[in-house]
């Protein structure tokens, strides 16, 4: 803690008899020069690679060039880690003013009262709302409060290996079926002796792509959009696949990570966030591009934008600042400079065209959002309940034991709508 003339912030208060308010002192800013007559402090705290910490810390520098009476503390983390401290600084009164956020969670925190309704502090001007691109302002809207301001935006993609699709001849354009991408992977295994796709079973933003095709998703507001009638066959089908070697052998997939199979040669395919596609040029071999969502009708891919989002939490003492440091975050065209596509294409149209990406996976990433945007296959995100993170996490392992042959399908199925409910239940 701070001292003043010998004296510790408590004392201070007990002799004076007033509030941490009243005195200009927060938690947020103690130590650290904070009240009216010095720099306020405010802390963001991330998650990410060291690449994307040294990134967020340029912008930071810039932030605090273009406005010197406000101070940001970083700290950044990997991402079990970082929600792992979130959470304990949470439940402790002591979160970070500022965080990166996902809509995976939003639910959660707004239930527990966790996140600050920035609506307020764009109404005072602090915080701009306008230009962001196809309606991600209202990303994070709930019950009309605006809990999450997006910095970018990703959509779900199926990643190939081009030099493997090409010689297999596989059509992939807009709006192909999933009977067109599974005799696709017939062909590459049967041609070429190479898994189709590294699996895309455990993949919960996948799934809900082919239940929102059929008129359904993953989740409603209150819970579990779908039954174990629809995840059963899902699941048998793909051990089926795994076993006929359509999908890559689990095994070998569960051996090389954190690296990707697809990457390192043990398939030719995988579905995941387009952002995340700048990773396989890096790990593999080949050249990769982004092949759009197989259909059910040829027409509804179920598609919308997803984005990582800047949350500010609810105890913070300084809301003006936090709104000033997101609106910076968000619209200043030297951030989009800084960061690329590192948390997705950016979500404001200043960001989008400050930033011309030169590499040629960012430059498929822009591509391809603009097609399905122009496509008009976007639709609104479904709300996501509290406990939504510990049932994405649920699915994925327990499809994954399920495709090792550590459970049957049925006992997986039932061991995760279990496992659902109860996640649901206690959130």
């Known amino acids: 803690m701070s001292r003043n003339q010998g004296m510790d912030r408590r004392q201070m208060l007990r002799l004076a008899g007033l509030s941490a308010a009243g005195l200009g002192l927060t938690a947020a800013g103690c130590g650290s020069g904070g009240g009216s007559n010095g720099p306020v402090t405010i802390r963001h705290a991330w998650w990410g690679a060291d690449d994307r910490a040294k990134k967020v810390q340029e912008c930071v520098k810039l932030f605090e060039k273009k406005h010197p009476k406000i101070k940001v503390k970083t700290d950044f983390q990997q991402y079990p880690d970082f929600w792992k401290k979130f959470n304990t600084q949470a439940a402790g009164g002591n979160p970070p003013d500022v965080i990166q956020n996902a809509v995976t969670f939003l639910r959660k925190y707004e239930a527990k009262n966790v996140l600050l309704d920035l609506n307020p502090q764009a109404k005072k001007g602090n915080l701009q709302l306008e230009g962001f691109r196809a309606g991600l302002e209202k990303f994070a809207e709930i019950e009309g409060r605006l809990l999450g301001v997006p910095v970018g935006s990703n959509s779900m993609s199926l990643v190939i290996d081009e030099k493997v699709f090409e010689k297999a001849d596989v059509d992939h354009s807009l709006g192909w079926t999933w009977d067109d991408w599974y005799a696709g992977l017939q062909k590459i295994k049967s041609g070429q002796g190479i898994a189709g796709d590294s699996g895309p079973h455990g993949v919960m933003y996948l799934y809900d792509l082919v239940l929102r095709q059929n008129g359904k998703a993953f989740f409603t507001e209150e819970g579990m959009g779908f039954g174990e009638n629809e995840l059963l066959p899902y699941w048998t089908e793909a051990l089926a696949r795994v076993k006929a070697g359509i999908y890559a052998d689990q095994k070998k ?50 598609q919308y934008l997803g984005s990582l989002m800047l949350s500010g939490t609810a105890r913070t003492k300084h809301p003006a600042e936090v709104a000033t440091f997101i609106s910076f975050m968000t619209h200043d065209p030297a951030v989009a400079r800084i960061m690329g596509y590192d948390r997705g294409v950016p979500a404001t149209t200043a960001q989008f065209e400050a930033f011309q990406p030169t590499d040629a996976p960012s430059k498929a990433i822009g591509a391809y959002e603009t097609e399905i945007a122009k496509a008009g296959v976007l639709e609104p995100i479904t709300p996501h309940p509290a406990g939504a993170d510990v049932v994405e996490a649920a699915f994925l392992r327990i499809a994954g034991d399920m495709s090792l042959g550590k459970a049957s399908p049925e006992d997986a199925v039932k061991q995760f709508f279990s496992e659902a409910k109860t996640a649901l239940a206690s959130n």
């Not at 697809?262 to 396989?280: H, M, P, Q």
Request: cysteine-free.
């Open 253 to 302: 997939v569960e051996q090389i990570k954190p690296a990707s199979a697809l990457a390192k040669g043990l398939s030719a395919g995988e579905f995941t966030w387009d952002n995340f596609s700048v990773r396989y040029s890096a790990e593999g071999r080949s050249s990769y591009s982004l092949a759009p969502i197989p259909t059910t009708d040829g027409k509804k891919t179920g």
